[in-house]
């Protein structure tokens, strides 16, 4: 396993998610690979989200559907039936499990609540939830 | 097959010795770009004869595109058609309801063809609309099943194909399209542009070779018989709309219309929803039926004196496209 990769899932192992991202170039690199994909350039794990330090990423729902039952196929304990495709504004994009009291809707803001290795065994898992933080006045991005 | 070397186990097992034997492998659309490598080999003079055959086991690990991290753990197909069909439906305002023409009409087709793996009675509207939920956005009937399956085609050159048959169809235009390899660099949710550039393409090919000069394309228009890749229910409008068959957000109507008027002018065998869906075979099943249709041999099934037929067959969740053009 390439040097990167090995680092990428180790962190997430510990539930941190860190930015792939390109020495040369600076964009984000996903999935996680040894190269830029713009520019071929060298890939260090950039920003890390979720150790407590108040940084999250966040992103908009593209789309989102529910399986029947929760964690039928997909696996694990299955908290929420809703999955979405997420659009994060750090340019990565993901399909991801939503935990939050209330449906999923495209559109709307949601911020990376955990990620781990798949209880079975089927690679990466996420999470989103609604952020408590409020709403980037900016609005919709990265569509 | 979950083999490696394949061609040359085939090949050994059906006592052949070709002098060349390789395996191609592009999930669900393996079958056409193996047709496209045999036609290359042909084209090139690298070989005259070319026999390519597809064949699959039910629980083929194939079927699940593992690279795909973007994923998460979502990485069975019935997740990305499910966010497909929630965006479709959402672009066009489409029900589910409107969805569940594209199964019954694939079982009814499926009737007649014998090769299809299908239930006894081919399912109504309203058995599709109740058939299990998997999602909030796809039934257990929208689904196409892996199946076990082989189909094999022979191409040659013009030259020898007097050897093999007096009424050879002639593979006119060849497409192939990749937007991306990860589900999540979709372009749109709501469209399948691989299939809309793919079959541009072959009907370009197909017009020009058709003694067409600078340009000159085959449309739509002039296709009278379409094998399309309906994976799951979503894909048919999806692709019908991106032939140009129906307008954006008609695929579903047209679906419809093509039900009510026993049409067999797309998918008359049944797609793959209707005969069953062996990865690696379909993509020969597909060019294999469209050979019967223009040979006016597909009994019970045929469509109406077809001339020149298309196939269009995908891979994962539509991200690429190969699309072929054959004429008799
Ligand atoms: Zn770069």
Redesign the interface.
């Given at each position: 396993m390439n040097p990167v990769l090995s680092e990428f899932e180790q962190a997430i192992g510990r539930g941190l998610f860190r930015v792939p991202e390109c020495i040369e170039c600076g964009a984000a690199v996903?999935?996680?690979s040894e190269f830029c994909s713009v520019c071929l350039g060298g890939v260090r794990l950039g920003t890390r989200y979720g150790d407590g330090d108040g940084k999250m990423l966040r992103g908009r729902i593209?789309?989102?559907?529910?399986?029947?039952p929760a964690g039928?196929?997909?696996?694990?304990s299955a908290k929420s039936?809703f999955?979405?495709?997420v659009a994060f504004e750090c340019g990565?994009?993901?399909?991801?499990?939503f935990v939050a009291p209330t449906p999923p809707a495209?559109g709307d803001l949601v911020a990376l609540s955990s990620c781990g290795m798949?209880?079975?065994g089927?690679?990466?898992?996420?999470e989103v939830s609604t952020p408590d933080a409020p709403e980037d006045p900016a609005g919709p991005a990265n569509m | 097959m979950g083999s490696g070397y394949m061609a040359p186990i085939l090949a050994e097992l059906a006592g052949m010795r070709p002098r060349a034997a390789h395996t191609v492998e592009s999930l669900c659309s393996s079958g056409t770009n193996a047709i496209v490598s045999g036609y290359a080999h042909v084209a090139s003079g690298l070989a005259d004869v070319v026999l390519v055959s597809g064949a699959e086991i039910r629980d083929t690990p194939g079927r699940i595109l593992w690279w795909d991290d973007s994923r998460g753990q979502f990485k069975h197909p019935v997740y990305w058609a499910s966010l497909l069909t929630s965006g479709y439906k959402r672009a066009f305002g489409v029900s589910d309801d409107d969805l569940a023409v594209v199964p019954t009409r694939a079982y009814a087709n499926a009737g007649s063809n014998p090769d299809a793996l299908r239930p006894e009675a081919a399912p109504t509207v309203e058995d599709v609309a109740g058939s299990r939920r998997l999602t909030g956005d796809l039934r257990l009937l929208d689904c196409s099943r892996p199946c076990t399956g082989g189909a094999s085609i022979l191409i040659t050159s013009e030259d020898v194909a007097g050897r093999y048959t007096d009424d050879p169809v002639l593979i006119a235009g060849i497409g192939q399209s990749v937007t991306s390899a990860g589900f999540a660099k979709h372009p749109e949710l709501s469209r399948i542009v691989s299939a809309r550039m793919a079959c541009r393409d072959a009907l370009r090919m197909a017009g020009s070779r058709n003694g067409g000069a600078g340009g000159a394309t085959l449309s739509m228009s002039d296709v009278d018989v379409a094998e399309i890749h309906d994976a799951f229910s979503v894909c048919e409008p999806m692709i019908l709309e991106a032939l140009g068959m129906a307008e954006p957000g008609r695929g579903a109507a047209v679906s419809r219309e093509l039900y009510e008027t026993a049409s067999r002018r797309v998918n008359p065998r049944g797609g793959l929803i209707g005969s069953g869906h062996p990865l690696g075979a379909t993509g020969l099943a597909q060019a294999a039926e469209v050979a019967r249709q223009l040979w006016r041999q597909a009994r019970g099934r045929q469509a109406d004196n077809p001339e020149v037929g298309l196939v269009h067959n995908m891979a994962a969740a539509g991200t690429s496209s190969t699309a072929l053009v054959m004429v008799r």
């Open positions: 996903w999935p996680p593209v789309e989102c559907s529910m399986e029947i039928r196929l997909a696996g694990g039936p999955f979405c495709l990565i994009r993901l399909i991801a499990r495209p798949s209880p079975n089927s690679g990466y898992a996420f | -």
